[in-house]
């Protein structure tokens, strides 16, 4: 049975793959040993530092493993070109294409067989070319894009924190103030 291209895995569904973090073809456990050396070199404290290092570890990962996106690309282009084998489906017959004449069973083996094909030839890659749009550099510019928007807003809040901490200290220490003098 062939997959529907609208389908998505389970693990993009749940977030745990995404242009930034770890795609199919990428080793959980290297993606681990490699965050685990970023927090090493780091040494977050507490939960919002421990995430803007998570976030810089997964970026550094992206950045070492950018290929991943041009094998992703060439995958789908190959996977396209062995398809090309398979007749037009029966309701995409234009004006120039002849009806094919194969039995519904032999365009079912065909079918089976190109689909062979592209699982020996693409190997792990296939992974890739199934999650679909995700990992395309048009996907990881977007992903990155609204990160830096959702940093840019964060930043804006943590400057108010941190304002609105300086105004509460320097208030608290007012009667300190007064009481020395």
């Known amino acids: ?13 749940h977030g745990i793959y995404s242009a930034i973090g770890l795609l199919p ?12 050396e970023i927090f090493d070199d780091y040494k977050p404290a507490g939960r919002s530092e421990k995430i803007i290092v998570e976030e810089i570890a997964c970026l ?9 996106f041009g094998v992703a690309m060439r995958a789908g282009n190959w996977r396209s070109a062995i398809y090309s084998k398979l007749p037009a489906p029966s ?14 069973e032999e365009r079912e083996a065909l079918r089976q067989s190109v689909e062979k094909e592209v699982r020996t030839e693409l190997g792990a890659a296939i992974e890739l070319v199934n999650i679909g749009k995700v990992a395309t550099i048009e996907y990881l510019e977007k992903e990155l894009d609204i990160r830096e928007r959702l940093h840019g807003t964060i930043a804006r809040l943590e400057k108010r924190l941190l304002f ?3 105004i509460k200290s320097l208030s608290s220490s007012q009667p300190l103030l007064e009481a020395a003098e």
């Open 60 to 68: 550094q990962w992206r950045l070492q493993h950018l290929s991943t």
């Open 1 to 13: 049975m062939r997959k529907n291209s609208k389908h998505v895995p389970p693990a993009l569904r």
């Open 91 to 104: 309701w995409y017959i234009t004006l120039e294409d002849e009806p094919d004449s194969r039995s519904p």
């Open 25 to 36: 073809t990428e080793d959980p456990v290297e993606f681990e040993k490699f965050k685990q």
């Open 164 to 166: 609105l901490r300086g």
